[in-house]
């Protein structure tokens, strides 16, 4: 018999398992998002190389957790331990790192003043990127149609017979399509922004929880095989509860 409690090992390994899976997902989800993480940093909208870090960490750590629990390695089980220590306290500091950087973004992005938006709609790059945003959302204007000044784009048209509660007639002395869309994108920014946060912190705070669980179990079977080797190879069986 194995010097760890077989149900305790099997959990273990289950569990390390299932990270390593979701570290999988982790790194796709970071190749997706990194292309709309592109088109939102002109609004103050976070990096992915958090995720990067965070999907990769996810799997080695996973892996080597697997292999620590099968070999019963005593030395592999205390350096996983210390990375649960270390990787707690990391996404603690990371995590409330993150809601400070939120509330900042969030009141930023709330109370942009009318002359920084005339300033970023001098720039054509930016002009461009709202045009887009526009077709893809539904949406005319960061905060409203006129911060396009007299011309609208097309990119604010909307077809009447399918977004008509959605639709309103273009500004007076205005040209461009007679029907825009009546939301602005500053919304679908905001909400957009505040959501990738708010998925940052539940993963952070969830690690930190994780880490914590797997501290304290790589510990006790530290000790059950500290215990097993002390006692000359008799086998650990785990308390009934």
């Given at each position: 018999?194995?010097?760890?409690?077989?149900?305790?090992?099997?959990?273990?390994?289950f569990?390390n398992?299932?990270?390593?899976?979701?570290?999988?997902?982790?790194?796709?989800?970071?190749?997706?998002?990194?292309?709309?993480?592109?088109?939102?940093?002109?609004?103050?909208?976070?990096?992915?190389?958090?995720?990067?870090?965070?999907?990769?960490?996810?799997?080695?750590?996973?892996?080597?957790g697997?292999?620590?629990?099968?070999?019963?390695?005593?030395?592999?089980?205390?350096?996983?331990?210390?990375?649960?220590?270390?990787?707690?306290?990391?996404?603690?500091?990371?995590?409330?790192?993150?809601?400070?950087?939120?509330?900042?973004?969030?009141?930023g992005?709330?109370?942009?003043?009318?002359?920084?938006?005339?300033?970023?709609?001098?720039?054509?790059?930016?002009?461009?990127?709202?045009?887009?945003?526009?077709?893809?959302?539904?949406?005319?204007?960061?905060?409203?149609?006129k911060?396009?000044?007299?011309?609208?784009?097309?990119?604010?048209?909307?077809?009447?017979?399918?977004?008509?509660?959605?639709?309103?007639?273009?500004?007076?002395?205005?040209?461009?399509?007679?029907?825009?869309?009546?939301?602005?994108?500053?919304?679908?920014?905001?909400?957009?922004?505040d959501?990738?946060?708010?998925?940052?912190?539940?993963?952070?705070?969830?690690?930190?929880?994780?880490?914590?669980?797997?501290?304290?179990?790589?510990?006790?079977?530290?000790?059950?095989?500290?215990?097993?080797?002390?006692?000359?190879?008799?086998?650990?069986?785990?308390?009934?509860?």
């Amino acid at each position: 018999m194995g010097k760890i409690n077989g149900c305790l090992k099997c959990l273990f390994i289950f569990f390390n398992v299932l990270f390593a899976i979701i570290g999988c997902v982790l790194m796709y989800l970071a190749v997706k998002a990194t292309a709309i993480a592109a088109q939102l940093a002109v609004f103050g909208g976070p990096g992915v190389g958090w995720l990067w870090v965070i999907a990769i960490g996810v799997l080695g750590i996973s892996t080597f957790g697997i292999y620590a629990a099968c070999s019963e390695n005593s030395l592999a089980l205390k350096i996983f331990a210390g990375f649960m220590g270390a990787g707690m306290l990391i996404m603690l500091i990371f995590g409330i790192a993150v809601a400070v950087i939120r509330n900042k973004v969030v009141d930023g992005l709330t109370g942009v003043a009318n002359e920084y938006i005339e300033a970023f709609m001098k720039e054509q790059e930016f002009r461009d990127m709202l045009s887009n945003l526009q077709e893809s959302l539904h949406c005319c204007g960061l905060l409203s149609a006129k911060d396009w000044g007299s011309t609208i784009p097309d990119s604010c048209s909307c077809p009447g017979r399918s977004y008509q509660s959605s639709c309103t007639s273009r500004p007076q002395g205005t040209s461009g399509p007679t029907e825009i869309y009546k939301q602005s994108c500053g919304g679908f920014i905001l909400t957009t922004v505040d959501l990738v946060f708010q998925i940052m912190m539940g993963i952070l705070f969830g690690f930190a929880v994780t880490a914590l669980l797997g501290l304290l179990i790589s510990i006790y079977m530290v000790y059950q095989i500290r215990r097993h080797d002390g006692a000359g190879g008799a086998s650990i069986a785990m308390r009934g509860y």
